[in-house]
Nanobody, 123 residues
């Protein structure tokens, strides 16, 4: 049984940055998701088990960077140029199935969700 723990959330102003952490990263792909109040959970980013391939939602592409440290068993989500619409609870999950075809990462079978960390961006 894997229990993921997220950290690094907080209250920031628009344009600020935050780095979220997810531990332990396990030997699987990891995905970050977010859920804003009154909205469904949405995918934000994912990283392959090796760390060589990443995938981003269009809404965060160019502003967020996902990375992993397989020695220390951590996955990070660096969030830059935060906007009020990024306000949400951010959770990480293990992706049990991954494939990389033509350099494009695909991850499915997300499980072992963490409790989440709140990110609030004020305007």
């Amino acid at each position: 049984q894997v229990e993921l723990v997220e950290s690094g959330g907080g209250l920031v102003q628009a344009g600020d940055s935050l780095r979220l952490s997810c531990a332990p990263s396990s030997h699987f792909a990891i995905g970050w998701f977010r859920q804003a109040p009154g909205k469904e959970r949405e995918f934000a980013a994912a990283i392959s088990s090796s760390g060589d391939a990443t995938l981003y939602a269009d809404s965060v592409k160019g502003r967020f960077t996902i990375s992993r440290d397989n020695i220390n068993n951590m996955v990070y989500l660096q969030m830059n140029d935060l906007k009020p619409e990024d306000t949400a609870v951010y959770s990480c999950a293990v992706g049990l199935f991954e494939s990389v075809l033509g350099g494009e990462l695909s991850v499915s079978g997300y499980d072992y969700w963490g409790q989440g960390t709140q990110v609030t961006v004020s305007s």
